[in-house]
Each structure stands twice: as structure tokens, then as C-alpha cells.
């Protein structure tokens, strides 16, 4: 219920696809992006530093934006349409975008120190696959890693593959 009338405010106060896609792609970089990479490269990354990445990450953007919005872009944005009137929707967008980065930022510091102050009491859980195999990051992205031919059949004989 909760998620169905927040959906129906923003469907109602946004009003175009470009608007919700703008807040759908800043909470994606703000919120997400961090933890879902660190997940996949660094070994060390838990779930619990996930979680205070995304909310953390969520509520600087939040309150980043709102800051920037009575404090600067309001102002920027006065007398383009009326005189003495604030253009509300390029000064919420303004600031949306210029809170994007520093909650970003806010997020990878978040997932960082989380990692390093809990790794032991929250150790990460290794990636599985769908028949619960161990997921290989080595080589994830295509990028030759430079060992010789016999170590490299040597690390992918370790873990084993899909059957």
C-alpha cells in the first residue's frame, strides 16, 4: 500500500515520462549503483554496508535537494515565466541533478567505511548462480588478465562451472 500511493503522488505530481524518469535514474546512481558494483568486485563488501550505502546514498540526495532548492535554485529560477514568481519546476529539477553527485559520493564513502568497520561481524556472502554454483568474477568483464595459459586453466578448474 505504501509503495502504490507513493507511486500514484509521483505519477500525479510529476506529470511526464521525462520527469519520472529523471528521478528514476537519479535514485538508481544515488542509491544503487555502489552497492550493486561493489557486490560483483570487491570480495570484502557485506550486506549490511549495502543497505546504509542505499539509504544513506537515498537520504543526502533527499536532503541535498531540498537544501539546494530553498537555498539556491529557487532563487536562480524567479521572474522566467512571471515576475517575482519562482519557476518551481526547473528549480526542483536544478536541484535534483546538482544532489545527484554529492549523494553519490555519500554513498560510495557509506559503503566503504560500513565494509571496513563490519566485514567480520557481517561477512559478505559469495555470488551464486541459479543452481547455487559459485559466480565467477574473475575475467567478468572480458579482460584478458594476462596470467600465463596454464594458470589460467589451472584458477578455472577450481570452480567449478554449470553442469
Known amino acids: 500500500p505504501i509503495a502504490a500511493v507513493v507511486s500514484l503522488a509521483m505519477a500525479l505530481w510529476l506529470e511526464t515520462i521525462y520527469f519520472l524518469v529523471v528521478i528514476a535514474w537519479s535514485i538508481i546512481l544515488v542509491g544503487l549503483f555502489a552497492p550493486f558494483t561493489a557486490a560483483y568486485f570487491w570480495k570484502k563488501c557485506n550486506g549490511f554496508a549495502a543497505l546504509v550505502s542505499w539509504a544513506g546514498g537515498f537520504i543526502s540526495w533527499v536532503a541535498i535537494s531540498i537544501y539546494y532548492y530553498y537555498d539556491q535554485t529557487a532563487d536562480a529560477n524567479i521572474g522566467i515565466i ?3 514568481e519562482v519557476y518551481v519546476d526547473w528549480a526542483v529539477w536544478d536541484a535534483v541533478y546538482i544532489a545527484s553527485v554529492p549523494a553519490f ?15 567480520k561481524k557481517y561477512p559478505p556472502i559469495p555470488l551464486r548462480d541459479i543452481d547455487g554454483n559459485p559466480l565467477r568474477t574473475k575475467d567478468f568483464l572480458g579482460i584478458r588478465n594476462w596470467k600465463s595459459k596454464e594458470e589460467q586453466i589451472h584458477e578455472h578448474d577450481e570452480i567449478p562451472g554449470p553442469v
Open 105 to 119: 559520493l555519500v554513498s560510495i564513502a557509506l559503503l566503504i567505511v560500513t565494509t571496513y568497520l563490519t566485514h
Open 82 to 84: 512571471e515576475e517575482g
